[in-house]
Every structure is written in C-alpha cells, then in structure tokens.
C-alpha cells in the first residue's frame, strides 16, 4: 500500500497521495494544460470489493484500499469522525477514477442521472460492440437500461448508444465506434 503524505485542500480529497508514478492507487499527475486538468471522477459505492471487480471487469487496473485519516475526511468531506472512508483508484486509457466506500454506507440512493437533476449525469465509454460490454455489465452486476438503446446515423457513420448502471446505480453510457 502506498505511503500518505501530507498534504491538505483540494489535493487532499484524492487521498491517494503516494509515492510511485503510473500505478491505479497513485493520485494522477497529468499535465496541465492552462494550469488546469482533470486528475480523477470520485464514485461514491456501497461495497468497495464489489465495484472494484465491477470495473476490473470492464478492463481497469486495479490500485490498492486506502484508509486516510479520520481527520483529514472529517476536515474536508465534512463527514462524522466515527465513520471509516476506504479509497481506492482505478485506471483504463489514462482515466482515473476514485472509488470511495464510507462505513456506515449511506442510505442515499445514487444519482439518477438524469439531466433534470443537478450534478454528474453519467460517464460514457466508446466500445466496439454495445450489445457485447452491456452483456459483460449484467455478468457484473449492472442494470443494462434496454429500453435506452438508440441508433444514430446510417452506414459507416452509425452509431448505437445504450445506457445502464454500476451496482450502485451510476448511469453508464455506452457508445459504439461509427461503423465504417
């Protein structure tokens, strides 16, 4: 397990701060181009084993649990000092995502994704077959939103878009490379 360093702020809230370039349980580091970039999307999930074999089934590398000090979780997720947070990163084609596991779990259900609804709407991934990787979703404990499935588009420029979840219910879109 990677070793914590100190730290506070913004930064402090991927608590993967360790030592060691390139693994998934390392906070990314990208280039910042103006000064800024996206380092990691944080999940909040109900079962930290269950959502990491989730991803790891749709091809992500897997970094190691984390516990980061009470304090620094009280201090800047405003959470209650008797509860434990796990993290762990994971990581696919230079994405980083952060997945955070709170004891007690919460009893709020996920967002529902919809665009009516402030905050994250869903996260999308291109796949070569969307029928295949929704397959491989259900295998995993996914909800595969069948009736979401739309194809756009005719002959080399077709494309299917198909949405489903996570096991905690973080809506998923997946798209299809255009055809031709």
């Known amino acids: 397990m990677g070793k ?9 809230l991927a608590f993967g701060l360790t030592a ?19 380092a990691n999307v944080t999940i909040s999930v109900a079962d930290l084993d269950r959502s990491t074999k989730f991803y790891q089934a749709l091809g992500f590398a897997v970094g190691d649990a984390h516990e980061p000090p009470i304090a620094l979780a009280v201090k800047t997720l405003g959470i209650p000092a008797t ?3 796990d ?11 952060e997945l955070v596991h709170l ?11 919809v665009p009516g609804q402030l905050g994250l709407s869903n996260f999308a991934f291109r796949v070569d077959d969307v029928t295949r990787v929704a397959a491989l979703i259900k295998q995993n404990g996914g909800t595969v939103l069948d009736q979401t ?11 299917d878009f198909l949405f489903c979840t996570d096991p905690d219910g973080t809506r998923i879109e997946l798209v299809s490379q255009p055809k031709g």
């Open 83 to 85: 509860s434990k947070l």
């Open 20 to 38: 060691g370039a390139g693994k998934a349980d390392v906070m990314p580091s990208p280039t910042l181009t103006g000064g800024i970039a996206l």
């Open 103 to 113: 004891t007690p779990a919460s009893k709020n259900p996920a967002s529902t994704g």
């Open 87 to 97: 993290i762990r990163f994971i990581s696919r084609d230079g994405i980083m995502i």
């Open 4 to 12: 914590f360093l100190a730290g506070y702020g913004i930064a402090a």
């Open 149 to 159: 499935k739309v194809s756009m588009g005719q002959g080399a420029k077709a494309m």
